[in-house]
């Protein structure tokens, strides 16, 4: 079994031992149901050494909550990545959040951002990921009683720590396998978090801007902004 795919799994079972109260009502692991297309993308991209690996929060509901890839918009995973497998359910689905799997309509903002700027840069994924990954840091989607996403760093302080021993660990072991010269945080949270988990023994951490359309900077143009962010990490594109 590929080191990533053992990586990920362990992340799984020790995530779902977790217990989340209110606000939080729905949790979602798309590592177990949407394992098949999750390891597809590990085993058919996450070949080391990686030159960067890029960090994301945590599945986006539209994103690697449908398609079990990070920051995994439908059209791009299926259609410039090449990967497309079944989708189970999660237990206990919140009936405002569907997982559809391939079949979902809605696309995801921050994934077509990321990904669109992947293609247009690089072409084809072979080349994208011939020096780069993508992970996210933490698996799981939470979501509120009305649907709304509740963010991880947003939990109580006992849930929070717990399952972020969970998420550093496993960042340490992909980080590891991958042997990254740089980490990129996508956003603040995730590069607060991986630098608190690889310490300063790790390789470089830096940070680039959220693509999310939460972010007025980001809608003013995500691409040329993160191209700027990466360039002054030394990264030449």
């Given at each position: ?18 217990d ?11 590592l ?5 297309p999750?390891e597809?993308y590990l ?7 990686k030159?960067?690996v890029?960090?994301?929060?945590n ?8 398609t079990g ?9 299926r259609?410039?990545?090449?990967i ?24 995801e903002?921050?994934?077509s951002?990321?990904w669109?700027?992947?293609q247009d840069?690089f072409g084809?994924?072979e080349?994208?990921f ?7 840091y933490?698996p ?8 709304r996403?509740?963010?991880?760093d ?9 399952l ?18 740089l980490?990129?945080g ?17 390789p ?7 693509p ?16 700027s962010?990466?360039?002054?990490l030394?990264?030449?594109?």
């Amino acid at each position: 079994m590929p080191e990533l795919v053992k990586v990920s799994r362990s992340l799984s079972r020790a995530v779902s031992k977790l217990d989340f109260g209110r606000p939080v009502t729905h949790v979602y692991n798309p590592l177990q149901y949407a394992k098949r297309p999750h390891e597809l993308y590990l085993n058919r991209f996450g070949a080391s050494p990686k030159e960067a690996v890029f960090v994301g929060m945590n599945p986006g509901p539209f994103g690697m909550g449908q398609t079990g890839v990070p920051f995994g918009d439908v059209g791009f995973v299926r259609d410039w990545m090449g990967i497309e497998a079944p989708v189970g359910r999660p237990p206990g689905e919140h009936p405002k959040r569907p997982v559809l799997g391939f079949a979902c309509e809605r696309s995801e903002v921050s994934g077509s951002r990321l990904w669109g700027w992947a293609q247009d840069r690089f072409g084809t994924p072979e080349k994208f990921f011939s020096r780069f990954f993508v992970l996210n840091y933490c698996p799981l989607i939470f979501m509120e009683s009305t649907g709304r996403n509740r963010t991880p760093d947003k939990l109580s302080a006992v849930e929070r720590a717990l399952l972020l021993s969970a998420c550093d660990e496993a960042l340490r072991a992909s980080i590891e396998i991958l042997d990254p010269k740089l980490v990129v945080g996508v956003g603040v949270w995730a590069t607060k978090r991986a630098r608190a988990a690889l310490g300063n023994e790790g390789p470089k951490v830096g940070t680039v801007l959220h693509p999310s359309p939460a972010s007025p900077k980001a809608n003013r143009g995500w691409a040329p902004q993160a191209e700027s962010d990466l360039r002054g990490l030394g990264l030449e594109l």
